[in-house]
């Protein structure tokens, strides 16, 4: 299968990217790691008129801790992340969720800010960075642009993104001590898409009641859904307490908007919110009892 | 900027230490250059939508699936392919598990797999089963249900060992890729 013809520009700077998004503006298309883009352009879902290939600008590909946010450059590959000790320490959650996409050899190519440039309510992504309360930083024409996770995802393939604008970094908050996470994915078989997935992230206080609780959900809706709440039922109340957390997995259970398809019928997968719900809520909480800083 | 108005791009990749220059059109796959460009058949297409494996090649040290990298991203790069894994007539010691395992039936799915293979041993030299069944899942055979491919990967991680080679061939200038 070949793509539709196109022009090709690979440019060496962001501020040249985002002319020449300018310039074409619905005509082209940015690519970075290209394992959701090629697909497309092969099936020919998509024919973009101009390729905008982001792999040859300088500076997008990193991993930092720095100005209480852990940093990641948008084109950073999904292997740095999961190779990365920082990552796989304090953030167990992005780990997860990253060593969990496709298969080993997709993961040398794609890339985080494609993951979630990319929303396919499937992606693994989106609903780590609603449930850790990131922050997208997007730059266009008209200069820097930080956007709350819950406003990032719109709905299938959309975000907030402007025309015009390029994901440059993702930021999330810089793990504290007493925080913990976790993803747990749903697959029919080994690198697939979810079935249905959950991400949690917890701080807990100094008595093991839950400071900050982000709940989200994969596969489940039209896009990432956030629980929001089920975070509420949880914020003050102590860690130990199960029927809380039966609770907040029954409300992922009611947020849940899974439609049936080959992946399986809607009430299983409704089923599975708040079984993995609840799962993800008791390993982010153990690992947050003894994660020190 | 003007210059990507061209219909045509000119390339140049390294494949198996030889480099080949042509003009291509951006919309071609690596997996196409490597077959038509260089003629280099052994690089195979099985789905062509990214799920079975069989183009992996190694693109800078790392199995990537050629049917999903346009040949222009490969620019500058150094590819090694299944023809490069032979070295004066000796097999790499993941082509010699592969015969000593039987890890292959129709062979179809082998070139790939031997290149994941590759890729895996220069990660860790001595995977366990689960590592090993990890990193081959984006590969698919539908010959052999695996048991003898895992086999096959153990027998080479083993032989690397022994012999304390490199799994990613070296190639010198010198000694150009055939192709
Ligand atoms: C076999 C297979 C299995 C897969 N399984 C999973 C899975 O289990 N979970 C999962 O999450 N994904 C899965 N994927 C998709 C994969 O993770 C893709 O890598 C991802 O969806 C897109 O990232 P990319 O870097 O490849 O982006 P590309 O494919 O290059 O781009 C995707 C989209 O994002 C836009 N974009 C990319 N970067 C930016 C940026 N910096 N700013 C603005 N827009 C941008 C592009 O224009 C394009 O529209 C799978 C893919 C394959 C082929
Ligand atoms: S042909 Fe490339 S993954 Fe199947
Ligand atoms: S040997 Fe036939 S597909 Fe693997």
Redesign the interface.
Known sequence: MIPAPFEYYSPSSLEEAIELLERFGEDAKLLAGGQSLIPMMKLRIIEPKVIIDLNRVPGLSYIREEGGFLRIGALTRYYMVEESELVRRRYPLLHEAVSQIADPVVRNMGTVGGNVCHSDPANDLPAVMLAYGAEMVAVGPNGERVIGASEFFRGPYQTDLRPGEILKEIRIPQAKPRSGGAYLKLERRAGDFAIAASAVQVVLDSSDRFEYVGIALTSLGPTAIRVDAAEKVLLGRSSSNLSSINEAAELAYKAAEPVSDLRGPEWYKREMAKVLTKRALLKAVERARSFTG | ?GE??K?L?RVSITINGKRYEAEV???M?LVHFIREVAGLTGTHVGC????C?AC?VL?NG????S????A??ADGAEIVTVEGLESDGKLHPVQEGFVEEHGLQCGFCTPGMLM?SVWLLSRNPDPSEEEIR??I???LCRCTGYLNIVKAIRYAARKIREEGVSPIPRFTPEKPGRG
Do not use: I, Q, W
Request: with cysteine.
């Open positions: 900027m990507g108005r219909p791009r059109e951006p919309r796959l062509d939508t990214t799920n494996g992996t693109m790392r199995a990537v699936k049917c999903t990298v346009f222009v991203m994941t990890r990193y899942s984006g590969n």
